[in-house]
């Protein structure tokens, strides 16, 4: 049962991020104990038994305050980031969408991943940037033609995830620019860790809520996903290969702005939280 994050590195700064473990009050720094731990998060799934071994005893570590470190994207460069439209019934409806027999798939390029406090930034190309909170899935083990009874063995665990959405591409142009839309640059916040789906049995039944400047936009549970977390890993691994380190955005519950009357989109200076029980909360402010 674990929460794992990375941080920028304390010291220097700069770009890179060590692997920290998290708990509710601090950060235990294991990549500067244990030696050999690679860049990327994803490449410690394969050993972690080991690795949980490994951290059994958390006061072999160095601590320091949450207050006191700034977290970047648990994962910097997934293979995959697959996301889920309509998979909430009111979000579906209010966006005049019918449900269907099979999900809408779309998927984002990893260079729209940024962590926890980094900015959103507004494509001058686009007026109605747009917020989606979602809960986000982390693959844990390669496969493909997955069985729905055996998709949570090929699941790591979950964070908290944005899927920042340009409606004026997404659907404002010749034949609906989904792709575009949604994978501007900084269009796929992350974090603030993984937790484990140890650590998250109920991950079938969460709170998610998002807030815009404090006010609540969003606010549902994930026991209304109409394709649950099974099926979805089930489904995708039919068209690809799941891979360790993929992302599964499953969907947002209703209260888009895009559906608000009047509109609500993104502005500069905007601080956008999404929140998901258990799991934290992912705060990006939003910058032109
Ligand atoms: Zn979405």
Not at 50 to 70: G, K, V, W, Y
Not at 178 to 189: E, I, R, S, V
Not at 191 to 212: K, S, W, Y
Request: glycine share 8%.
């Amino acid at each position: 049962m674990t929460k794992i994050a990375r941080v920028w590195k304390h010291e220097t700064r700069n770009d890179t991020s060590e692997l920290v473990i998290v708990d509710d009050q601090f950060v235990y720094r294991v990549e500067k104990t244990i030696a050999s731990l690679p860049d990327d998060t994803p490449s410690l799934f394969p050993r972690w038994e080991e690795f949980a071994e490994q951290c059994s005893d958390l006061n072999r570590f160095e601590r320091l305050p949450l207050n006191e470190i700034r977290f970047a994207p648990p994962i910097h460069s997934p293979e995959k980031i697959i996301c889920i439209g309509r998979n909430y019934f009111e979000h579906a409806e209010e966006m005049g969408s019918t449900v269907g027999e099979i999900p809408v798939v779309f998927n984002k390029f990893p260079t729209a991943i940024i962590g926890p406090e980094q900015p959103i930034v507004l494509p001058p190309i686009s007026n109605q940037v747009d917020y989606e909170g979602e809960l986000v899935v982390v693959i844990g083990k390669s496969g493909q033609n997955i069985s729905q009874d055996q998709a949570l063995e090929h699941v790591f665990g979950f964070c908290c995830g944005h899927d920042v959405s340009a409606r004026d591409w997404q659907k404002g142009k010749p034949g609906g620019q989904w792709l575009l839309g949604k994978t501007f640059d900084t269009f796929a916040p992350i974090g603030p860790f993984i937790a484990t789906q140890d650590a998250v049995p109920n991950f079938g039944n969460l709170n998610i809520q998002t807030r815009i400047n404090g006010e609540v936009m969003q606010d549902s549970n994930t026991d209304k996903l109409i394709f649950p977390v099974e099926y979805l890993v089930s489904h995708l691994s039919q068209f690809c290969t799941l891979r360790p380190g993929d992302l599964i955005f499953t969907g947002t519950p209703p209260g888009v702005g895009a559906a608000r009357d009047p509109q609500v989109f993104l502005r500069p200076g905007d601080i956008v939280e999404i929140e998901i029980e258990n799991l934290g909360v992912l705060r990006n402010p939003v910058a032109s």
